[in-house]
Structures are given as structure tokens and as C-alpha cells.
């Protein structure tokens, strides 16, 4: 879907329905075939899976490019924000969901959503390209039926998350570190829930029952980078996202993200970036 505008609103899966092969009111699968663009970036409120066949171009996904090739998945949280560009002879299979439906099937990924968030490229074998493909055409089949089974579709649905986990397991190497000391599992949580309030980490740390010092120590042990970096980039994101993907001004994506006044978010962002969030937003 393209956009004409200079700022795009959160895409829900209603937008879509024009569109879908097939679908319920939770799930619509969709099929690419050919060229594709989106022109400016934009997220959704609802999961997305794409399973490329034979494939190429570019998906930017959170500001980072990864290329698109054959035998790929693609996994899309809501509210990343993303663009790609999508060659001719690209064939891929998507399937949409809605944040109810999702929350059914997610304890399947067998991982934090922080580590497909951060790696949402995941090659796949032939192999698993195959019990894939097997299983988004089922699901395709049984949405087209006249009497379609919720029951089929989310236990194809926790099928298709299983296997997803099982290709990505070789790429989570952050996440068997995370799995070592639980705390680094809270550490995180609490960083999605209250980056935007809370900034300084002696609150996650009390919120742990450990000292900061002691919290800085097990994020440079095991992450190699410290406490404080962690929250500094799950803002850093989220205030790309707001600039990139929301009609909010500077002034109010600084009240957003909890910073006390325009001019300190605008001395944080080029800090982290060497970029003014007004060069951000309109390159």
C-alpha cells in the first residue's frame, strides 16, 4: 500500500480486505506476486507473517534493511514501522492477525518478542520452507471452505509459529544468553513497559531487587553493552518510529516519550544518531 502523505497513521487489518485471497474477521491470508513498493513508512496495528518463495529486494524493517530472498520468513510485530521494495518474479504468502488471535497462538514462538523484533528476517531449509508452505496452504484452504474451524486455522496457526521458532533458534544467540539469568528476561520486559516514564536505571534495578551497579555489571557481562545503553535504545526506536510514522510534532513526540522539554530530546537524538530529529523526518 502506498502513501501519499508526509505522515502515515497505524494501518489496521480492515485496510486490508479489499485485498486479502481470503480471510475471517482475526486472519486474512494474501498472496505476493510481482513488484511491490511502499513508498513511505508505515505500521500496523496487527502480526504479520510473510513466507517468501523466490524472492527479491529490500524490506526495511525498524530502520535497518534486510534483503529479500528466496525461502525466507518475515516477522512483523505491531507498531514496527516498515517499507520495502519488492523485485518482479517475487512470490511470497502472507498472513495477517489480528492482536486477539495473535495472543492464542504466541506462546508457540518460543521466544521473547524482543528477539524476533530484532532479528524479524529468518532464513529457512528447504525443509522448513516446505512444512510451511504446506501449512499457510491449509490455512488458505480452510478459510475458503463454506464452513471454515477456528479450531483448524489457530492449530495451523501454532504449527507455522513452532516451526518459525525452530528455524530462528540459530540466529537468537542473544536470546540463549537472556535465558541464562532470568533477570536479563525482566530487565527487558520492564523496559517495553515504562522506557517512556521511567529512564534512570536505578528504578529497573529496584524493580529487580538488585543494585544498579550489580545490573550495569550483568548487562556488560552477558549483552556487552550497559544498562543504561538498553533503555537509551528502546527509546531511540520509538522515537524513529513516532517521527517516521506519525503526524505528532517534534514537541509532542518529546512529551510522548517523556522527556522534559523539545530541546533535551532534541540533544538526545543527536547524540545517539549524530542527526536533529527535523533531519530525521524528512530524509
Aim: hydrophobic share 40%; aromatic share 12%; proline share 4%.
Amino acid at each position: 500500500m502506498n502513501s501519499e502523505n508526509n505522515s502515515v497513521p497505524v494501518l489496521g487489518i480492515q485496510e486490508f480486505r479489499n485485498g486479502q485471497a481470503a480471510g475471517q474477521k482475526e486472519l486474512l491470508y494474501n498472496e505476493l506476486h510481482g513488484e511491490r513498493h511502499i513508498l513511505k513508512p508505515h505500521k500496523h496495528d496487527f502480526f504479520i507473517i510473510i513466507l517468501f518463495d523466490q524472492a527479491s529486494g529490500v524490506h526495511t524493517i525498524d530502520f535497518q534493511e534486510y534483503p529479500i530472498a528466496d525461502r525466507q520468513i518475515h516477522v512483523l510485530f505491531p507498531n514496527q514501522v516498515h517499507t520495502w521494495h519488492i523485485e518482479p518474479d517475487t512470490t511470497g504468502y502472507q498472513l495477517m492477525i489480528d492482536k486477539l488471535f495473535f495472543e492464542r497462538f504466541s506462546p508457540y514462538l518460543r521466544f521473547s518478542p524482543s528477539n524476533y523484533i530484532k532479528h524479524p528476517v529468518i532464513p529457512l531449509s528447504q525443509e522448513n520452507f516446505d512444512l510451511l508452505q504446506y501449512e499457510f496452504d491449509a490455512i488458505k484452504r480452510e478459510l475458503e471452505a463454506a464452513s471454515s474451524l477456528q479450531d483448524i486455522i489457530s492449530a495451523r496457526a501454532t504449527v507455522i509459529a513452532a516451526i518459525v521458532s525452530k528455524a530462528a533458534e540459530s540466529l537468537f544467540t542473544e536470546a540463549k544468553i537472556y535465558q541464562t539469568d532470568t533477570r536479563l528476561v525482566q530487565f527487558s520486559t520492564l523496559i517495553d513497559l515504562y522506557f517512556k516514564e521511567e529512564k534512570q536505571v536505578s528504578y529497573y534495578a529496584s524493580r529487580l531487587n538488585i543494585s544498579a551497579n550489580y545490573l550495569n555489571v550483568l548487562c556488560k557481562k552477558s549483552l556487552h553493552v550497559s544498562a543504561t545503553q538498553l533503555i537509551q535504545q528502546r527509546i531511540l526506536l520509538e522515537a524513529k518510529r513516532l517521527l517516521q510514522a506519525s503526524d505528532l510534532s517534534i514537541k509532542e513526540i518529546a512529551f510522548e516519550l517523556g522527556f522534559v522539554d523539545h530541546a533535551y530530546f532534541s540533544n538526545f537524538f543527536k547524540s545517539q544518531t549524530n542527526l536533529t530529529p527535523t533531519f530525521f523526518r524528512q530524509h
